[in-house]
């Protein structure tokens, strides 16, 4: 983790640092659109590979600035998982939404120990997915 760095500036972010995410979706977002929806967030965190310079890891949150957050995304490149960077960001994340009075997101039940260990509790929820929609609007 000594090699990355985070950061909420997309100052130094083109398409060309955004490559490889979106892993099994089958219409992924093109990079311009991953940059699209990283500007329009409420706020993001991205992990970046120091040598390369590339965006490694990312999640981002939308808020109604009141009483609600919701966090959509959270990624980090296959090769760079399992050392701790995906917990970091989550933590980073909860951190600067904690005056929220509701904090959600939605995940597989395979993934709810992940987000135990940050602090969040296990929820029932609902959802709609518009798959044609799905490299984006
Ligand atoms: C989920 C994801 C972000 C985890 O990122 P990561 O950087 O590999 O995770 P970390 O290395 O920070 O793992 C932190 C801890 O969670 C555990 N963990 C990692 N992935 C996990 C998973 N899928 N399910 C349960 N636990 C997991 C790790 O073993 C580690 O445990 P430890 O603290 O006891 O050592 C990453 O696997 C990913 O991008 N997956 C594809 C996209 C995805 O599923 N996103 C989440 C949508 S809800």
Redesign the pocket.
Known sequence: MEDIEFTSSLEEIGEAELQGFF?GWQRAPTPARHLELLRNSNHIILAIDVQSKKVV?FITAITDKTLAAYIPF???LPK?????????LTARMLEILKDFYMVD?L?DP??Q??YE?VGMNKATGMMRRNYDKQSGI
């Open positions: 892993v890891g959270l990624e980090v760079y998982q399992e050392k701790g960077i995906g917990k970091e997101l995940c395979d993934m120990s992940f260990n």
